[in-house]
């Protein structure tokens, strides 16, 4: 499926603005246009509509790659390996679980962003400047000893290779440093808590998945509220709304003005249209 399907192109050339303006212009895809487009591909094997289930998701891939910037690897990078785990989910979504895509494929797009970040990250953090680079290739032969340097011997060090002492401070402890596993082991043996590069880099709040559920949650309470308002009359409506609903709200003085009657009727056409309210919207639940 991959090499039949094209992603937009800024991304290869570089432009990465461009390539998320691009992404997030794309329309989002309603539960039903997913679905219908998720079983055309599996039934009848549409690549078209696997492009488009693959397209409209892309900005949540951005937004997964964003949470992996701290491992200083280039987000480009991170958002196609991230779109590589995107297309794989795609391959094996059944939309008759009942999830959403990115429910499913928020998995797979992070997997292939770890096993890039596994096999990369340590390289690119050990030598990224010239100075680093130097002392990379030349600090173990200068190391007499197994035991850290002296200050005289880091001295020594800096002084024949033209740099700081503290940048020979830092090649020493980076090289010294141990791996450590992306992300937590269940066989660790002991009840100690263990952090993992993979439990704080990516923020919990950044999940996709969530975010759209929380996103369609909002629109499905707003639909309710329409539903349940308009068994209202309109003086009740109007009253409800300028009481709750609008950015700036009317006083009961403001509101009995406006429909030439008391203050303390417009509170009692208030209370019995709360109360209508909440059972309307308790019986369309």
């Known amino acids: 499926m991959s090499t039949a399907l094209t992603l937009p192109s800024t991304l290869a050339l570089g432009s990465i603005d461009d390539y998320i303006g691009s992404v997030n212009a794309i329309a989002r895809l309603d539960a039903e246009e997913e679905s219908s487009l998720a079983r ?3 039934d009848d094997n549409d690549l078209d509509a696997a492009r488009q289930l693959v397209m ?9 790659a964003r949470g992996y910037l701290g491992y200083g690897l280039p987000l480009p990078d991170l958002i196609q390996e991230g779109n590589i785990g995107l297309m794989k989910a795609v391959k094996r979504y059944d939309p008759d679980v009942g999830v959403r895509l990115v429910s499913f494929a928020v998995h797979w797009i992070r997997a292939e962003i770890h096993e890039f970040i596994i096999q990369n990250w340590r390289i690119v953090k050990i030598a990224t400047t010239k100075a680093q680079r130097k ?3 030349n600090l173990r032969k200068f190391k007499n000893r197994l035991g850290w340097f002296s200050r005289e011997e880091a001295s020594a060090v800096a002084e024949e290779l033209g740099l700081e002492l503290d940048a020979v401070y830092e090649m020493e402890n980076r090289l010294a440093g141990q791996d450590v596993p992306f992300e937590p082991s269940d066989d660790d043996g002991d009840d100690r808590e263990t952090l993992a590069p993979a439990q704080y880099l990516s923020k919990p709040g950044d999940d996709p998945a969530l975010t759209l559920a929380a996103e369609e949650w909002g629109h499905r ?5 329409a539903v349940a308002l308009a068994v209202l009359d309109d003086r009740s409506r109007d009253i409800l709304a300028a009481r709750w609903l609008n950015e700036e709200k009317l006083t009961l003085q403001d509101l009995a003005q406006r429909h030439q009657v008391s203050a ?9 249209a709360l109360k209508k ?9």
């Open 221 to 225: 309470q707003q639909e309710r509220l």
């Open 40 to 42: 055309r591909f599996r």
């Open 277 to 285: 309210l909440r059972l309307a919207l308790a019986s369309e639940q």
């Open 135 to 137: 002392l990379f290739f």
């Open 56 to 64: 409209a998701n892309l900005r949540f891939v951005v937004h997964i």
């Open 264 to 272: 303390e009727r417009v509170r009692q056409i208030e209370n019995g």
